[in-house]
């Protein structure tokens, strides 16, 4: 079974200020590596992505996620935040198919 | 193209009642995965559909339960409705089930259990 940990619940943050949301995962296997974001009242949108290949992963809005394997992490980046980016964040892993396994979120408050 | 849809948007129940939750998917896609978000935490699985077979169930009770139907729609039963199961009930659809495929989520369905 696979288990995600997002260590921290609120990550508050000014604007045009750097920001990194950590997330651990367990796996037994191997396991794709996936960041969404959830604004208010809203369903999941994809940030981006990691299957293969080169650790770093570039998404939509200016975020990026590195996978380190031997941490068993996947912690996502943004090197400027805007106002817009306030909204929750979820890593999730899937390994054998699609079904999603899910942290339990980050609140990422920016404020001006 | 339309994305996932989900009716309805907000539900009212009382407890002991019974709520039918519905989701179309993108066109083409043939798998649709439904997950429970309790306010506060992240969402759990509850079940998969692809080709109108369950792939998949998570960890909760026979009270839940879900179809697909031929055009791939599905729908998400639970009886006897408990006030633990107020939550955001989302859809997800994808192509297939293949590892690593994206899932596509449709905003949600709000349940409040009184």
């Known amino acids: 079974a696979q288990s995600v940990t997002q260590l921290d619940s609120q990550v508050p943050v000014f604007e045009e200020a750097p920001v990194e949301l950590r997330c651990n995962y367990s796996s037994s296997v191997s396991v794709y590596l996936f960041w969404y974001v959830q604004y208010p009242n809203q369903g999941l949108q994809l940030l981006l992505k990691?299957?293969?290949?080169?650790?770093l992963v570039k998404g939509i809005n200016g975020f990026e996620a590195e996978f380190n394997k031997s941490q068993t992490s996947f912690h996502l980046r943004k090197p400027s935040v805007h106002i817009s980016d306030t909204a929750e964040y979820f890593c999730a892993v899937s390994a054998r198919g699609n079904k999603l396994v899910f942290g339990a979120g980050t609140i990422l408050r920016v404020k001006s | 193209d339309a994305g996932v849809t989900q009716s309805p948007t907000h539900l009212i129940k009382t407890r002991g009642q019974h709520v039918t939750l519905r989701c179309s998917p993108i066109s083409g896609h043939k798998s649709v995965s439904w997950y429970q978000q309790v306010l506060g935490q992240g969402p759990q699985f509850i079940f998969q559909y692809y080709e109108k077979e369950e792939r998949g169930r998570g960890n909760f009770p026979d009270r839940f339960s879900a179809r697909q139907f031929p055009n791939y729609s599905s729908e998400l039963n639970v009886n006897a409705l408990l006030l633990g199961d107020s939550a955001l009930y989302l859809c997800?659809?994808?192509?297939?089930?293949?590892?690593?495929?994206?899932?596509?989520f449709g905003p949600g369905t709000r349940l409040t259990v009184l």
């Open positions: 990691y299957l293969s290949g080169s650790t």
């Open positions: 997800a659809s994808s192509l297939g089930l293949a590892g690593g495929e994206e899932q596509f």
